[in-house]
């Protein structure tokens, strides 16, 4: 079958296919393209995979919160609901950055100690 990408490879089956997530690395069976190298992840270990990292806890669901900012002084302050805090494990003494995406995103990350 020739690869979708390129138009120009074929694809070979392959069993090293190494997929990353949260710093732990998996390998899957799938297809590799002969020419340019993209990799096509057969559909039941892509299943297997994400079942494995979801009973470790690393793959969750989507989350999209909405919450109303408040002001406080002449801040403004953003609430962590106490489910949330919970699941990342936050005593709420941590220290955070924050980053500007663009005009509308603001990524919140907690940093390591």
Same mark, same amino acid.
């Given at each position: 079958m020739k690869c979708p990408v390129?138009?120009?490879?074929?694809l070979q089956a392959v069993d090293d296919i190494l997929s990353e997530i949260e710093g732990?690395?998996?390998v899957e069976r799938g297809?590799?393209?002969?020419v340019c190298g993209e990799e096509f992840i057969d559909e039941a270990d892509s299943?297997?995979? *994400?079942k494995v990292a979801r009973r470790l806890g690393i793959w969750g669901e989507p989350l999209r919160l909405r919450r109303k900012l408040s002001q406080s002084?002449?801040? *403004?302050?953003?609430?962590?609901?106490?489910?949330l805090r919970q699941s990342m494990g936050l005593k709420g003494t941590e220290?955070?950055?924050?980053?500007? *995406?663009?005009s509308k995103k *603001?990524?919140?990350e907690v940093e390591a100690k």
């Open positions: 390129c138009g120009k490879g074929e732990l690395a998996f297809h590799r393209c002969s299943n297997r995979t *994400i002084g002449r801040g *403004i302050v953003l609430r962590i609901p106490e489910d220290s955070v950055a924050l980053s500007k *995406i663009g *603001i990524l919140v």
